[in-house]
């Protein structure tokens, strides 16, 4: 007895190995409330209901899922978190895997009960930037030009840009051009974003109305918790579109 009392003891692990393949990380109480609050938001989302079904563990969303192929993630995995009761599991997802998904609804597609998988991961993604987690401030800060022009134009292409001629080396009828492509794509203005003089031209009404429903769906207070300068630097051009507006409105007697 007083042999192995006298032995050296390892101190004790709160997480096990099989928690940190599983992607588990350690947590206070301040991740646990977070954890909490977003679980309570994500089980009584209307959506959830009619995409989360059930689940045989059948694995045919992943087997055609392209993002399983290279990464760390699995639809089925993701589809069986969202159908179990635990918050911190959850918000352990929604640190990097649900960011892999490429929401092309393959999962969807092959899945025999029905279940929206991508739906729900959608349903994931909008809590981590409603919530302002790390995850999704790393996932969109490359995006926020695409989402200045988004929001303010409500397209980010403009249909002529999109000429084969311009891009013969994409797609799956790609060729070898003998033309330098760099010069070929100097054609595209970068001055304008990459949109063409003839690209289509939102009105400012339009592009009024189109912020007034970001702002009312709540998508501009969710992109103030991971990018408020962005938000302020929409809200400064709709600001001056808006008096630009009523000043036309009043010179040439619109709704008067």
Known sequence: MTVLQN????????????MLIAGA?????????????????????????????????CGECTTGCPAARFYNFSPREMLQIA?????????????EKIW????????NMRCRFGNDIAGIISVMRELAVKNGLESAKEVLKPYSRILL??????????????????????????????TDMKTLRKAIPVDVLQVTDSSWE?????????FQIY????VVDMLK???????????????????????MKEKYGIGV
């Open 7 to 18: 032995l050296p003891r390892k101190k004790a692990d709160p997480v096990q190995p099989s």
């Open 83 to 95: 159908y179990q009761d635990d918050p911190l599991v959850l918000l352990d997802a929604m640190q």
């Open 225 to 247: 918790s991971i990018d408020p300068d962005l938000v302020e630097m929409i809200e400064d051009i709709v600001d001056e579109w808006r008096e630009e507006f009523e000043e």
């Open 25 to 57: 990380r350690p947590h206070d109480d301040q991740t646990e409330a977070l954890a909490a609050n977003i679980f309570k938001d994500f089980k009584s989302d209307f959506r959830y209901k009619e995409y989360v079904l059930g689940c045989i563990n």
């Open 100 to 107: 892999a998904c490429c929401q092309c609804y393959t999962c």
């Open 149 to 178: 022009v988004v929001m303010t134009k409500g397209t980010q292409v403009s249909p002529d840009m999109i000429q084969p001629d311009f891009f013969a080396d994409w797609g799956p009828f790609a060729v070898a051009r003998q």
């Open 215 to 218: 702002k009312e769906a709540g």
């Open 202 to 210: 939102v009105s400012m009404q339009t592009s009024l109305e189109l």
